[in-house]
């Protein structure tokens, strides 16, 4: 089984607001934005248009990985509130 058909077993419940607050300001000045090629669900995106990070919440696998990695240490990181968040399948 490849990653994207174990993804594609993953449930997700979306919160209203973002676990994932990030620091627009130090991310505009980031130089690696190693979040956007380090997390697995691809949450982190540059755009480059409007010169800004999204964070495509809805999809975090919850790993952590962000959060350790992040070069300025501006990331604040939580838990999805309640029964929102990963749901992980097995089998
Ligand atoms: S690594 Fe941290 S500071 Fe850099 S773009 Fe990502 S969240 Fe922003
Ligand atoms: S916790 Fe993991 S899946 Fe969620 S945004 Fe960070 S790197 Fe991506």
């Not at 480059?48 to 990695?69: D, F, H, P, Q, S």
């Amino acid at each position: 089984m490849n990653i994207d058909d174990r993804l594609a077993k993953v449930k997700y419940v979306s919160d209203e607001e973002t676990h994932l607050k990030i620091n627009q300001e130090k991310c505009n000045n980031c130089e690696m934005k190693v979040c956007t090629y380090i997390c697995p669900a691809n949450v982190y995106e540059w755009n480059k248009k409007e010169n800004k990070l999204t964070v495509n919440y809805e999809n975090c696998l919850e790993c952590g990985a962000c959060r350790i990695a992040c070069s300025e240490k501006c990331l604040e990181w939580q838990y999805p509130k309640g029964i929102c968040g990963v749901t992980y399948k097995f089998g």
